[in-house]
């Protein structure tokens, strides 16, 4: 049996048809999809880099408005500092730590009832209102 190609829509090569991902369509039936699963792949890695990064800076910004660093033990690296619920919510009450993150950069009201806390100091709270660490162990 001969070769099918298909032409990329991203990449413009022709390629052979198990470079594409085939789908069901409910008027055409099996159908490989215009882009290769090459172009796919990429796009999909360059969303979620992006993603990542849009993400990171967003939590850099709030952190800043916010204090910049840890408010019971003074931690100061964005990547081990979080956004802290001073009165504690119940988890079914909880919204995803981005779209929190994304409602408190655009609320000056809202982040009222937020504090900066590092991931050890957050955890150590659990369920209380305070840091439950002997901070001056050693
Ligand atoms: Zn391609
Ligand atoms: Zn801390
Ligand atoms: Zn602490």
Redesign the pocket.
């Known amino acids: 049996m001969e070769q099918q190609y298909v032409q990329c829509n991203k990449c413009k090569e022709s390629k052979i048809i198990d470079e594409f991902r085939i789908i069901n369509t409910k008027f055409a039936g099996f159908m490989p999809v215009p882009t290769c699963i090459k172009c796919e792949n990429e796009s999909e890695t360059k969303y979620k880099e992006r993603y990542r990064l849009d993400t990171c800076k967003a939590k850099i910004k709030l952190l800043k408005i916010m204090g910049g660093k840890c408010v019971?033990?003074g931690l100061t690296q964005w990547w081990i500092l979080t956004i802290d619920h001073i009165k504690p919510v119940k988890k079914d009450k909880r919204i995803d730590s981005r779209s929190l993150m994304f409602k408190l950069l655009k609320n000056p009201e809202m982040r009222k009832d937020f504090q900066v806390m590092c991931y050890g100091?957050n955890n150590?709270k659990n369920t209380g209102e305070k840091?439950n660490?002997d901070?001056n162990l050693c």
């Open positions: 019971c033990c100091c150590s840091c660490f901070h």
